[in-house]
T-cell receptor
Framework: AQTVTQSQPEMSVQEAETVTLSCTYDTSESDYYLFWYKQPPSRQMILVIRQEAYKQQNATENRFSVNFQKAAKSFSLKISDSQLGDAAMYFCAYRREYGNKLVFGAGTILRVKS | DTGVSQDPRHKITKRGQNVTFRCDPISEHNRLYWYRQTLGQGPEFLTYFQNEAQLEKSRLLSDRFSAERPKGSFSTLEIQRTEQGDSAMYLC??????????????FGEGSRLTVL
């Protein structure tokens, strides 16, 4: 079974600084999707960024980018120019190419200091 | 369209009672998922529907849990004879059909269950 591990229960970053959240996963599949979701307090989870495993280029969405290392099974999220609104729980998630479900990590709480 | 909606948002019940949660997905989405999230943990998959067909169930979904999606639109998740261990946030998510599907799920705000 696939597993997703987020080794940082909590991270802090100063406003306008950069922070990197770590994620590793375990799979025997070669084709899959990886995601970072953001869950603000008492609000619904939303997609931050997505990476297809067959793409070597790292995904980027504005201030959010990933470092995808397929051989190492690592998928970290970098948030640049951190803003107060970035404070949330961040989940790394995996989905098989033709799978029906996401497998989530335990999450990392990100605190942004002003 | 206002996204995935869930009702009720909060439910407090006594152990042994039955509870039912409702989920209304985004209207053009044919796939619907239920997840359970306990405090400090990531969501865990419970079950998945494509239209009205329940295509996958987690072993977490014990005999006390049942989910339906009778007309391929809204879905209900019922928990019978609730136990304290059922206390959690129950999340519903939906996603669209088609070749453009990239795996993104659209989540509701969840239904929080507290079993006393």
């Amino acid at each position: 079974a696939q597993t997703v591990t987020q080794s940082q229960p909590e991270m802090s970053v100063q406003e306008a600084e950069t922070v990197t959240l770590s994620c590793t996963y375990d799979t025997s599949e070669s084709d899959y999707y990886l995601f970072w979701y953001k869950q603000p307090p008492s609000r619904q989870m939303i997609l931050v960024i997505r990476q297809e495993a067959y793409k070597q280029q790292n995904a980027t969405e504005n201030r959010f980018s990933v470092n995808f290392q397929k051989a190492a099974k690592s998928f970290s999220l970098k948030i640049s120019d951190s803003q107060l609104g970035d404070a949330a729980m961040y989940f790394c998630a995996y989905r098989r190419e033709y799978g029906n479900k996401l497998v989530f990590g335990a999450g990392t709480i990100l605190r942004v200091k002003s | 369209d206002t996204g995935v909606s869930q009702d009720p948002r909060h439910k407090i019940t006594k152990r042994g009672q039955n509870v039912t949660f409702r989920c209304d997905p985004i209207s053009e989405h044919n796939r619907l998922y239920w997840y359970r999230q306990t405090l400090g943990q990531g969501p865990e998959f419970l079950t998945y529907f494509q239209n009205e067909a329940q295509l996958e169930k987690s072993r977490l979904l014990s005999d006390r849990f049942s989910a339906e999606r009778p007309k391929g639109s809204f879905s209900t998740l019922e928990i019978q004879r609730t136990e304290q261990g059922d206390s959690a946030m129950y999340l519903c998510a939906s996603s669209p059909r088609g070749t453009g599907f990239t795996g993104e799920l659209f989540f509701g705000e969840g239904s929080r269950l507290t079993v006393l």
